[in-house]
């Protein structure tokens, strides 16, 4: 399933700022360290591992070509008004989310 406004260019752009500030932040003099004792090394904060961890998960829940077929049939049916609901099911389904909500749910 694909979140409106939340595309690959979005998500890379995000991850960048989050680097970014990660480097900013590493190279502040109050951090500076003994310049003999120097090593590359690379630490990622949570924020940064949880946002990886995100990306990973959007990408792995992209809906597949035949699921966009379905959702733009069915978007297109209930925009020309020929999408069948039935009025007893939508009831049912309001009072069940509504007894959810309330903590009285029937599994």
């Not at 500076?32 to 792995?60: C, G, N, W, Y």
């Amino acid at each position: 399933m694909r979140i409106n406004g939340a595309d690959h260019t979005d998500r890379s752009r995000y991850v960048s700022q989050v680097y970014q500030k990660e480097n900013e932040s590493a190279n502040r003099p109050d951090n500076k360290m003994d310049p003999h004792s120097q090593q590359d090394s690379i630490t990622l904060s949570e924020v940064s591992k949880d946002v990886r961890e995100f990306i990973a998960t959007a990408d792995k829940a992209e809906a597949s070509d035949s699921d966009r077929e379905k959702i733009d049939r069915i978007r297109r049916a209930v925009e020309s008004g020929t999408y069948p609901i039935s009025s007893k099911e939508l009831a049912e389904a309001i009072l069940h989310n509504i007894a959810e909500q309330n903590g009285n749910g029937e599994e």
